[in-house]
């Protein structure tokens, strides 16, 4: 009888690896499709990537994330056309951005165990999110363009859309989270 639980538990854990690596491939699916719709505005385009990293965020853990967004970033750079545009390679001004999401991830899946499943707990939490994404761009793009010009073209005119996603996106994840909760 042990031998069969011993067999049956590595079954479960290798079930759940083969259920990992599928969530990190739908995840960089993800990412891809995200970085395609565009508002192509210089030095960096206005993407739905932000969406998708709340996304995963919310619904992976903080190392299943941080290996998605490393695996996205990392097909990129190896040549994988994943990036805004269906390009590849280094992106001298969306680096800061990249290493953003890199850490928005994990962060987002740590702060949502402290707030409400709710519109504004799940808003806080992108808004923090963002904030870090926000945070490592406009860092690394002072030190290509200057400060007065990053602060202009990497953070306030994302701020609109940046707001609006957050707010639809929260809106519709905690209405879609509340009504599965409610029917279980």
Known sequence: MKNTHY???TNSFVAGRYADALKVFLGVVLLFASSQILIPIKPVAITMQ???ISLIGLTYSPRLGFVTVLSFISAGLLGVPVFYGFTSGIKLYTIGYLFGFLLAVPLIAIVKERFSKKFLGIAF???IGHIVI????????????GWKQALYSGLIIYIPSGLAKIIIFSYCF??????????L
């Open 125 to 127: 939490t992108c808004l």
């Open 50 to 52: 932000t969406v998708a």
């Open 7 to 9: 067999k049956l538990s």
């Open 134 to 145: 926000y945070f490592f761009g406009i860092t690394w793009l002072s030190f290509v363009i």
């Open 174 to 183: 905690s209405f879609i989270n509340n009504k599965r909760i409610t029917r």
